[in-house]
């Protein structure tokens, strides 16, 4: 058993079930989101924004977002534990790593309740 | 044909180097690298690599040969040569000790990790433990594994991290004894690999699958462990 304080659920089987459940929902947004765009009437101001004024799109983004956090986490994290030998400067980098992410949550949280 | 060898005295010289060496193959037969390795050792005696069965039985010669790993006792020039030129390197990933031959100590650390060895705290019967065939079967493609070390040392995440995660070879063990109906240890192994290193630092690419020399699949026992502390978890 290899102790590792750092990474997103400290358990392997649990990081690698959070990695499978968020690639899913990231998949079915893009396909969502493909689909919208692709075959959806003319694409204007109003119709963008009707759309995320809509209570249910506002939870599925929210849940794309946590998702693309949690995903990005444990794939940024798996990254430097693999090339990132030096303590100091992978921990350096997992914090700016786990800051751009918790701005990137927040800054979506405002956008998406902003609309 | 022209043999571009890895060489490395740590006695004599500062750094490795690639010695270039132009040979005849006597009769222009399709010999064995090890056949071939030992015309090198006639004309150079101080040619260091590890040998042993000659025969694909000990894993003592594995090496990589044109950029894959294998073991040049049962691999003929005609698979690895390119070009009329063949380049010997030791397995990538683990400290030279001299020419092609490595230090194999995280690579056994690992193996000596997963416990390999049956445990199993019940009184012994009288005679053996017995196991049906069908149980029997769950070890074929897993108990024949040779150590030879081609796969864990072909495995990025192995190179990465040799002292976090397990390696195909130790994981394929694991599950060897995961697998086996007369060990009662199921869930403490399990406790032991569910970290995020140990298992889950494969990435499923199977460089293993592709260079073992016995024709094992580590990537599909380590997805076996996997389905294992699944369907172990709540």
């Keep these: 058993m290899v102790t590792s304080i750092t990474s997103f659920g400290r358990s392997g089987l649990y990081d690698w079930m959070i990695q499978r459940v968020s690639a899913v929902v990231l998949l079915a947004y893009t396909i969502f989101m493909i689909g919208y765009m692709l075959f959806g009437s003319e694409l204007d101001y109003q119709q963008w924004k009707e759309l995320f004024e809509c209570t249910a799109m506002r939870i599925f983004t929210l849940l794309a977002l946590l998702s693309m956090a949690a995903h990005a986490w444990i794939g940024m994290w798996s990254i430097s534990t693999d090339y990132i030998k030096p303590t100091g400067i992978r921990f350096l980098f997992q914090s700016a790593c786990g800051l751009l992410t918790f701005i990137y949550v927040i800054w979506g949280i405002q956008i998406l309740w902003g609309v | ?234």
């Design chain 2, 1 to 234: 044909m022209l043999v571009s060898v890895y060489r490395y005295n740590p006695e004599t010289d500062d750094a490795p180097y690639m010695q270039d060496i132009h040979i005849d193959i006597p009769g222009g037969k399709d010999i064995m690298v090890l056949d071939l390795l030992q015309l090198l050792k006639d004309k150079d005696p101080t040619m260091g690599y590890r040998r042993s069965c000659r025969e694909g039985v000990c894993g003592s010669d594995g090496m990589n040969m044109n950029g894959v790993n294998g073991l040049a006792c049962v691999t003929p020039l005609s698979e690895v040569v390119v070009n009329d030129k063949l380049v010997l390197r030791p397995l990538p990933g683990l400290p030279v000790i001299r020419d092609l031959v490595v230090d194999m100590s995280q690579f056994y650390t690992q193996y000596e990790k997963i416990k390999p060895f049956l445990i199993n705290d019940t009184p012994a019967p009288a005679i053996e433990r017995l196991q049906s065939p069908e149980e029997r079967a769950e070890l074929d493609g897993l108990y024949e594994c040779i150590l030879c070390a081609c796969c864990s040392t072909a495995c990025p995440s192995f190179w990465w991290n040799p002292d976090k995660f397990v390696g195909p070879s130790g994981l394929l063990q694991a599950y060897r004894f995961l697998a086996d109906t007369r060990d009662t240890a199921t869930e403490e192994r399990l406790a032991d690999l569910d970290d995020p290193f140990s298992v889950f630092r494969c990435h499923g690419i199977m460089n293993c699958v592709s260079v073992c020399p016995k024709g094992l699949n580590p990537t599909k026992a380590i997805g076996k462990i996997r389905n294992m502390l699944l369907s172990q978890a709540t």
